[in-house]
């Protein structure tokens, strides 16, 4: 059985996980289990990193991997690596054995294998521009409010256009016409066409008031993509979006628009914010 997705874990990690229980059960036997081993993949992965570049290990790659893989036989390969006696191939071998048995124990090993920009060559460069924008006070009152009461959590601070919906009155301004980001859409999106501009959000409920300004403000009509459409409709929404011709110049999608066929027509990506989780 072969999973193929370009966004593992979109719908959370207890997703991921339980698709990696799928596959396999044994070496995933329960989701607190992951969560916990899942903090020690960064070490581990460097010092796989320097047993795949043959070079001698450092003092924390080699405490790594003493109390990851230090049982057994183990400890006699890890003896050989660090010998200044022995040869250069029996090293070499060494080392494949103690990259096969982390792949093998530790990780998620051969049952997860993913494509990133380094493995895949011939992407243009990324260029980061950050624009800088004040906070409304609008937006300050409220976080003033939510942080004495101890209510705010993570999410919410990421999409401070949540935080206001939620406690705002039925008299105040709606969001979209105190956020600055609002503004700086509008106006890079006049600057740039008619290159094609790819916007993404936490929220589906902020890319549909995203769309409906832009409409109602300037006339154009945003290709929208969020959860809450079927998959006919998201089609849809993609090929309206990549028509070179009578396609829209902007499509605004919540996460689950972070995929191939999405990028693959923008010139710009555009993150009106920032992900809690960054897959």
């Known amino acids: 059985?072969?999973?193929?997705?370009?966004?593992?874990?979109?719908?959370g990690k207890a997703g991921h996980f339980a698709r990696l229980r799928l596959l396999d059960a044994d070496r995933f036997?329960?989701?607190?289990?992951?969560?916990?081993?899942?903090?020690?993949?960064?070490?581990?992965?460097?010092?796989?990193?320097?047993?795949?570049e043959d070079r001698r290990l450092s003092p924390s790659a080699y405490?790594?991997?003493l109390a990851t893989v230090g049982e057994g036989d183990n400890q006699q390969l890890l003896d050989i690596v660090q010998a200044d006696t022995a040869s250069f191939e029996v090293k070499r071998h060494a080392r494949e054995e103690l990259v096969n048995h982390l792949l093998?124990?530790?990780?998620?090993?051969?049952?997860?294998?993913?494509?990133?920009?380094?493995?895949v060559k011939g992407f243009p460069e990324r260029q980061l521009l950050v624009y800088p924008l004040p906070l409304p006070e609008h937006y300050a009152a409220t976080l003033a409010t939510f942080q004495t009461a101890g209510l705010s959590e993570p999410r919410l601070l990421l999409c401070p256009e949540l935080l206001y919906q939620a406690a705002c009155?039925?008299?105040q301004p709606l969001w979209t016409e105190v956020d600055p980001r609002t503004r700086w859409l509008t106006k890079k999106l006049a600057e740039l066409r008619p290159h094609k501009v790819l916007v993404i959000t936490a929220s589906a409920d902020t890319?549909?008031?995203?769309?409906d300004t832009l409409r109602l403000k300037t006339g154009l009509h945003a290709a929208v993509f969020h959860e809450?459409?079927?998959?006919?409709?998201?089609?849809?929404?993609?090929?309206?979006f990549a028509d070179p011709d009578c396609g829209s110049q902007v499509l605004i999608c919540s996460e689950i628009g972070s995929e191939g066929r999405n990028f693959q027509f923008a010139?710009?990506?555009?993150?009106?914010?920032?992900?809690l989780n960054p897959d």
């Open 1 to 11: 059985m072969l999973l193929l997705t370009a966004t593992p874990e979109q719908l």
């Open 29 to 52: 036997p329960d989701y607190a289990s992951f969560v916990v081993e899942e903090q020690h993949y960064q070490p581990i992965a460097q010092a796989v990193e320097e047993l795949i």
């Open 63 to 65: 405490a790594t991997l």
């Open 104 to 119: 093998d124990r530790h990780g998620t090993g051969r049952v997860l294998f993913r494509n990133t920009r380094q493995a």
């Open 169 to 171: 009155d039925a008299g």
């Open 207 to 211: 890319a549909l008031d995203i769309a």
């Open 228 to 240: 809450g459409m079927s998959i006919v409709e998201r089609d849809r929404s993609a090929a309206y």
């Open 267 to 275: 010139h710009h990506l555009v993150l009106f914010d920032l992900p």
